[in-house]
Structures are given as C-alpha cells and as structure tokens.
C-alpha cells in the first residue's frame, strides 16, 4: 500500500493479509503467545476475505523494520467496529510515533473514521497515542487493562458442576448472537467499570459456529455457558470470548468448559492462551485455579476528541 521512514524505521502498510503472513510470519511465529491475536486475526482475514476483495470497515497491517530493514513488529486496523481500534504492539517510542503518523496519514486519504483507540504494550501506546494527539488535539482516557495468560497443564475443577460440553451448531445462533450483544457490557460491569458510551461489540456469530469455534455447558436441555476458541494460528489457539449469564454464575460453569477447551487444544498439540480483564477478579481467579499464568499486560487508551475536531463544529481560532 504504501511505507513512510523516520528516526531509522520504515512503516509499510499493506492491506492484504496473506501479504503480511508472507512478510512477518517469522516474526509472528517466533512468539506466537504474544503475537496471538495479530496471528489469529490476519490468518482468519486471509482464509476468509476473497480474492481482491475490500471489507467495507477500515483493514490495515502496518509492518515495521528496522534499519536493517528487520521486521520488528506488526500493527493492525481490523476491527469492523466502531471504534476500530488499533492494535499496538511493544515498539520503541520513535517507532510507535512513526507508526501513528503514518496511520493518519492514511487514514485522512482515505477518508477512514479518526483514530480514536488504541491498545496493546503501554509505553508503545502511549507514544502512539501522544503523537495522535499532537495533531488531531483532545483528551486522553484508559480503559478496559488486559492480561495475556497461558497454560502449560489445565486443572479441572473438582467435583466437577454438573452438565456437558458441547460444540454449537447453527440451532443455537440467535443464543449466541445474544450473549456476544452483551458481553462487553457485561464485562464491565462486572469489572466495577461504567460501560463504555460507545460499547464493543462481537460479530460473526454465524462464522465461527460453522467453523466450530463455539463451545457450550448444557445442563439438561438449558445452555448455561459460552467458551469460544480460534483456530490454530502458528500452534497457538486463543481462547475467547468466555459469557456466563448472571443467573448461571458461581456454579462453575465457566472453569469447566475453559478447561475442557484448553485440555483438548493442548491434547490437539497446540498452545493455549486468553486474555483477561485485569479489573475482573473473578476471570482472574477462574483462570489461575485452571493452570493459566500471566504472560504479559496491556492498556487500552481512548482518545476524546477535542471540540474543533468534531464533525460540523467550526474550529475555534
């Protein structure tokens, strides 16, 4: 697509995925924990987008070398949501700057919402985010922090609740669709956090039940739980998103399922690994008494906008 250098790095920006597997698979599979959800993202992005098509949300991979000309990191805008956050890895500062300008750079051509949300490694964000922020103006907001975990062995819960496990089928898709509506909010609230004015959502319900991500804890004839998983990405299958309703909480549920799912990754030969909410201490205890530990922590910023950068106000002189 197109690159820009500074301070000794070079940004290229690509918008096709297997371009970007071609180019940072090596980097990608050397720590494929870490870089999980780039992996699993782009893999996903180039076994579904068809051959020269175009999403109709902003798709991006921005590749970063060194002077060598080394990659050393990859960001991305994938998200087909509001506010299409983009994923920022641990970069150097000048980098992570460079990054930044170069994103809005492209996305004033072509005409792509604002840059508005940023997560990943905390020093490498807030240097992105700063650099935003020094050309488009605003305030600046934390939100959800994250913990990345894997698990070597899993623990099963003992007794175990009662109830089964089982993949979704396309009979339980409005279900789904219901508990993927909520879940965010859900997250929040149950983190102690008001919900976001603008809150996630999770789409391709549909997709993953037919790619039999989706996995459910049925006691009797009523579905109680929700564990979904990707696909393999370079022997790394992520974990996510994890919804029990609140009527069904504190039974168990969860801990069961995530640890059926993680024993038959592990016995499939992969690796495993979620994400948490670092203010949820319930998914926190969860994950721990199942044999996750803590790999690394992220930070999510929200950029304000300030007022003269609101669409149809006047800028003030």
């Known amino acids: 697509m197109s690159s820009e250098v500074s301070s000794g790095y070079h940004v290229e920006l690509h918008d096709d995925p297997a371009t970007v597997l071609a180019v940072a698979g090596d980097l990608l599979a050397a720590d494929p924990v870490v870089w999980s959800v780039v992996a699993s993202v782009t893999h996903h992005a180039a076994r579904t987008l068809p051959a020269g098509g175009r999403p109709t949300s902003p798709m991006w991979w921005a ?23 983009v994923w920022v890895p641990a970069l150097p500062d000048d980098a992570a700057r460079l990054l930044a300008r170069t994103a809005l750079d492209h996305t004033a051509r072509a005409g792509e919402p604002a840059l508005t949300s940023a997560n990943g490694a905390r020093s490498a964000v807030r240097a992105y985010t700063d650099e935003v922020l020094r050309a488009t103006g605003g ?21 175990a609740p009662p109830g089964r496990a089982r993949r979704a089928t396309l009979a339980d898709l409005a279900l789904v669709e219901e508990w993927f509506a909520v879940f ?23 997709g993953r039940i037919l790619d039999g991500d ?12 929700l564990t979904a998983a990707r696909p393999p990405s370079f022997g790394v299958v992520r974990i996510g998103p994890v919804y029990t309703p609140a009527a069904h909480r504190g039974r168990g549920y969860a801990r069961a399922l995530v640890a059926d799912v993680a024993q038959r990754v592990l016995d499939a030969g992969d690796r495993v690994c979620l994400y948490t909410d670092r203010d949820n201490p319930v998914s926190n205890r969860t994950y721990a008494a199942i044999g996750f530990e803590p790999v690394l922590d992220q930070v999510n910023l929200a950029i304000d906008p300030a007022p003269a950068a609101v669409p149809g106000r006047a800028k003030e002189s």
Do not use: C, F, K
């Open 139 to 159: 305030t600046v907001h934390e939100g959800r922090p994250d913990r990345l975990w894997e698990a070597r062995t899993v623990t099963r819960p003992e007794p």
């Open 184 to 206: 965010h909010a859900d997250a929040d609230a149950q983190a102690g956090r008001a919900p976001e004015a603008e809150p996630l959502r999770i789409g391709g319900a549909r």
């Open 214 to 225: 989706i996995w459910l804890w049925d006691v009797g004839d009523e579905s109680v739980q």
């Open 63 to 85: 590749v970063v070398r060194d002077a060598r000309g080394v990659v050393v990191g990859v960001a991305m805008r994938t998200m087909p949501y509001a506010p299409h956050t």
